[in-house]
């Protein structure tokens, strides 16, 4: 049972889902519930011995009907894979699934803001180390989309179209693009290596996307994420988060994902600290032009 409850200081509300205190905390590979049910092994979360997709209501839920709803996506049934590592009809065919699940998500009467997002390794973390990510449908617009209203008022316009065309007319930031997809460090990035992947074209969402731009995204996405791996010659920890428009009765969004990794240096971590947690204002240590050059490098190293 979840309990929300408003921060009145912060102006944003809180969730409390007492329960998830008892979820798997990382299994041995042979007690992973993300991997395919094998003959003779104990049943997982997946009654399959083998799979390319699968999605399944979270056991250990943040909100659940008739408030929200919380989902987990396993990109392949490989326990050592990855994201960036998926065959590339296969990393189209995840966004096919993240835009089924979102339009299925949005259209329930409970959900005003559906969040896919991806955590990968333990300094963000994960609990389990099986490629996979999640869905949340929240049942009201949270502060960040919140606040990406508020930038569309202050730009007069959509603010994301606006930093998009600032980003690829000045180029120095721009760390991989094509015909329909654009990724950049952003101008005011919060973490060393954070990036931004952007639909050129204005799509509220997953569901406004032609099969193209579908096909498109996921080219990028595993570009970036190979840079990351390549970067520092590790498995890079990251965030990642599409950000869509609220379902919620508004007309706002623009389709992008944003990435929040932590690493600043292949053994250094960035903490958000006392600036940033106390006053919500980052400190960073390196620029974005020059964040994005080495990831620029460690993309066309990666391809």
């Known amino acids: 049972m979840t309990t929300t409850r408003f921060n009145e200081l912060r102006g944003e509300d809180v969730l409390y889902a007492i329960h998830r205190q008892d979820r798997t905390f990382l299994p041995s590979e042979a007690d992973c519930p993300l991997c395919p049910t094998l003959p003779g092994r104990p049943e997982t979360e997946i009654p399959f011995s083998r799979f390319e997709l699968a999605v399944f209501e979270n056991r250990f839920p943040a909100m659940e009907s008739p408030e929200g709803a919380c989902e987990v996506v396993v990109y392949t049934d490989d326990h050592h894979g990855s994201f960036n590592r998926l065959a590339p009809e296969r990393a189209e065919a995840l966004m096919w699934v993240w835009r089924h699940r979102y339009a299925e998500l949005s ?3 409970d959900v005003d803001y559906v969040l896919i997002f991806e955590n990968r390794g333990v300094e963000v973390g994960v609990t389990l180390h099986h490629p996979h990510g999640q869905i949340y449908a929240f049942p009201f617009v949270p502060p960040v989309p919140l606040r990406e209203r508020e930038a569309d008022a202050r730009l007069g ?23 329909t997809v654009a990724a950049y460090v952003p101008f005011a990035a919060r973490w060393p290596y954070e990036v931004h992947v952007v639909l050129r074209e204005h799509r509220p969402s997953l569901t406004a996307c032609t099969p193209a731009e579908l096909r498109s995204l996921a080219g990028i996405l595993q570009a970036v994420t190979r840079g990351y791996d390549a970067l520092f010659d590790r498995p890079f920890p990251y965030i990642m988060c599409l950000h869509q428009a609220p379902t919620d009765g508004g007309t706002d969004g623009h389709l992008h994902v944003e990435f929040y990794p932590p690493l600043r240096a292949a053994d250094k971590l960035k903490y958000p600290a006392g600036s940033e947690q106390g006053a919500g204002t980052f ?21």
């Open 157 to 179: 316009g959509c603010a994301v179209c606006a930093l998009c065309a600032r980003e690829r007319q000045d180029g120095s930031r721009l760390v991989v693009e094509d015909e």
């Open 107 to 109: 259209a329930r009467p």
């Open 283 to 303: 400190v960073q240590d390196t620029l974005p032009e020059e964040s994005a050059a080495a990831l620029r490098e460690a993309v066309r190293r990666a391809a």
